[in-house]
């Protein structure tokens, strides 16, 4: 819990986004992660992340709710 926390809250600094903003939705227990980021397109995320350009981060695009 306390990496997951760890994670969430280097997330939201990176982005320069509220830790609210940030939401561990899948792999909580795995060293496989899905977060999800209100208020900040994939994009905007993905420019904002300083190893953008390289192949371990993936990007999944989901239907807005």
């Known amino acids: 819990a306390a990496a997951n926390e760890a994670l969430v809250r280097l997330i939201a600094e990176t982005l320069n986004c509220p830790r609210n903003r940030v939401e561990l939705t899948r792999g ?32 999944k695009r989901r239907k807005a709710f």
């Open 28 to 59: 909580h227990t795995s060293r496989h992660k899905t977060v999800k980021i209100y208020g900040m397109t994939a994009e905007q995320a993905l420019a904002a992340l300083p190893l953008n350009n390289t192949p371990i981060l993936s990007l």
